[in-house]
C-alpha cells in the first residue's frame, strides 16, 4: 500500500477484510467543530473516529505529547486496529490531522498505514457513500512498539544547536515563525528555533486539499534548502502540523527522520531555550 491512497482506490477496496478506515479528524479549541459529531453525521463506510485529543500523555504538562504506549494500545485494540491491518486515515481539519495519527501510528509500530488523498471533504465531493452513527467495533490486539529513534526531546534539540547534525523545519505559519504575531496561547514567548527553517504545513497541499506531487513537493522543500537526502527534524507549536512535514518528506523519499514531540509549546515556554526572530 502506498503512503498516499485515492479516492478511487479507497472505494474499490471497502469491504476488504484486513482493511481499516479511520477519521483523524481534530481542530483547534477555538474553531467552534465538532469533530466527533461531524464524524456520526457522516463518515466513510466503516471508518471509525480516533479522538486525537485523548490520544496524548495526560501526566505531561506539555500539551500535545505522545501517550504512553499501553494507551495507545488500548485505544488501537478498541477501534479495531489491529495486527496486519492496511490502516488508511482521512480527515476534515485545516491542521491535515491525518498526518499525525499517522506519525503516530508508525512510531508505535503499525506497518502499513496510509492517507487518503484529499480527505472526506473529496469523498464528498464525489458523490461517494456516507454512513451515520458509530461503527460497531471488534477489538482486536495491536502489539505495540515505541521507536524513539523518531522522536526528538528538548535536550536533543538543544545539543542539535551544536551540532547542527539534523536540520529543523518548522511547519508554523511564517508570521508565528518570525514573531510577527505572538503566540496564540498567549504563555509563549515569540520566534523560532535558532537554525531552523520555515515550511508552513499549507504548502504542500493543492487549491482543493489534494496533496502536490512528490517531485513538487520535493520542490518546496529545496526551495527552503532543506536536503531530504540528510536527516530532518520536524516542529510547530504542538507537535501536530509537523507531522503534516515528516508526511511531505516521506511522499518525496526523505527516510531519515524526526519530530520534535514537544514542539514550540515546550520550547517557547522555557525562559531558557534561545529563540530567534526575523
Known amino acids: 500500500m502506498e503512503l498516499l491512497v485515492t479516492t478511487d482506490w479507497l472505494a474499490n477496496e471497502l469491504g476488504a477484510s484486513d482493511l481499516r478506515i479511520v477519521d483523524a479528524t481534530k481542530f483547534l479549541p477555538d474553531a467552534g467543530r465538532n469533530p466527533q459529531a461531524e464524524y456520526e453525521a457522516g463518515h466513510i463506510p466503516g471508518a471509525v473516529f480516533m479522538d486525537l485529543a485523548d490520544l496524548t500523555d495526560s501526566n505531561s504538562d506539555i500539551e500535545n505529547m505522545l501517550p504512553p504506549a499501553e494507551k495507545f494500545a488500548s485505544r488501537m485494540q478498541s477501534l479495531g486496529l ?138 518546496v522543500f529545496d526551495g527552503a534548502g532543506v536536503d531530504l537526502g540528510k536527516p530532518v527534524v520536524t516542529t510547530c507549536g504542538s507537535g501536530m502540523t509537523a507531522a503534516v512535514v515528516s508526511f511531505a518528506a516521506a511522499l518525496a523519499g526523505g527516510d531519515k527522520l524526526a519530530l520534535y514531540d514537544g514542539s514550540w509549546a515546550e520550547w517557547g515556554a522555557d525562559a531558557d531555550t534561545p529563540k530567534a526572530t526575523a
Do not use: C
Not at 508508525?106 to 471533504?121: N, Q, R
Not at 464525489?126 to 482486536?140: F, I, N, Y
Open 82 to 219: 489491529g495486527d496486519g491491518s492496511r490502516i488508511v486515515i482521512y480527515d476534515d481539519s485545516p491542521l491535515k490531522s491525518a498526518a499525525r495519527a499517522w506519525w503516530m501510528l508508525t512510531i508505535f509500530g503499525a506497518h502499513e498505514v496510509a492517507i487518503l488523498d484529499g480527505g472526506i471533504a473529496k469523498w464528498k465531493a464525489e458523490g461517494r457513500a456516507l454512513e451515520t452513527g458509530k461503527e460497531a467495533l471488534r477489538h482486536r490486539h495491536f502489539t505495540v512498539w515505541k521507536d524513539d529513534k523518531d522522536v526528538r526531546t528538548k535536550a536533543d534539540m538543544l545539543a542539535n544547536l551544536h551540532s547542527k547534525d539534523e536540520q529543523v523545519v518548522d511547519a508554523r505559519p511564517a508570521d508565528r515563525f518570525s514573531g510577527e504575531t505572538p503566540d496564540p496561547r498567549g504563555n509563549l514567548a515569540s520566534g523560532h528555533i535558532p537554525g531552523s527553517v520555515n515550511i508552513p504545513h499549507s504548502q504542500f497541499f493543492n487549491d482543493d486539499g489534494t496533496w502536490k506531487s512528490a517531485d513538487d513537493v520535493k520542490a
